[in-house]
């Protein structure tokens, strides 16, 4: 059985970066075809797309917001870390990491989801 | 970039069949999935690919994709299929980009 958990702190200042890991079991981040993905979701608001890893450790970036992210994966600990700089108000979210299906581009297992608040 | 509407929402008594649909231009030549998301909890796929379901949703989710709408479909409908709802695909620049969500009220 494949889980994910998100972990990371629950309240940054504004200006800060904010560094989330998301930690793998059941699978292993080395696997050909594995990909992972961190979504975010403001409160009362609709999910936003942020960052993917493959396995090969291709990274790509939310079109918008892709000067501020950084996706890493460390293999040895089967974990998934995206930082994101400069944080703001406007960035409180919940944030999810998710795996993208082997044979789907659908987001098939998903996390928890971890609740960031930036403020003062 | 690539936009998707879906209704703020949709509702439908007991039993009945709800439709929500996902607008975005020639979607129909894009793989579209969708999302349940109950309060409080994280999202989990209903549909992918169009129309496929993963192993555990009920048959009666199902999906369709054509011209510039896809729908997702849940007859007999449920209490417990009221959730918000998001659509999703993946646009020509790499990015993914999700519906603003239907939330789907049981009445």
């Known amino acids: 059985q494949v889980t994910l958990k998100e972990s990371g702190p629950a309240l940054v200042k504004p200006t800060q970066t904010l560094t989330l890991t998301c930690i793998f079991s059941g699978v292993s981040l080395s696997t050909t075809g594995m990909r992972v993905t961190w979504v975010r979701q403001p409160p009362g608001k609709a999910l936003e797309w942020l960052a993917r890893i493959d396995w090969d450790d291709d990274k790509f970036y939310s079109t918008s917001l892709k000067t501020r992210l950084t996706i890493s994966k460390d293999t040895s600990k089967n974990q998934v870390v995206l930082t994101m700089t400069n944080m703001d108000p406007v960035d409180t979210a919940t944030y999810y990491c998710?795996?993208?299906?082997?044979?789907?581009?659908?987001?098939?297992?998903w996390g928890q989801g971890t609740m960031v608040t930036v403020s003062s | 970039s690539y936009v998707l509407t879906q209704p703020p929402s949709v509702s439908v008594a007991p039993g009945q069949t709800a439709r929500i649909t996902c607008g975005g231009n020639?979607?129909?030549?894009?793989?579209v999935h969708w999302y349940q998301q109950k309060p409080g909890q994280a999202p989990v796929l209903v549909v992918y690919d169009d129309s496929d379901r993963p192993s555990g949703i009920p048959e009666r989710f199902s999906g369709s994709n054509s011209g510039n709408t896809a729908t997702l479909t849940i007859s007999r409908v449920e209490a417990g299929d009221e959730a918000d709802y998001y659509c999703q695909v993946w646009d020509s620049s790499g990015d993914v980009v999700f519906g603003g969500g239907t939330k789907l009220t049981v009445l």
């Open positions: 020639n979607i129909e030549s894009r793989n």
């Open positions: 998710a795996r993208i299906g082997s044979i789907t581009t659908a987001f098939d297992i």
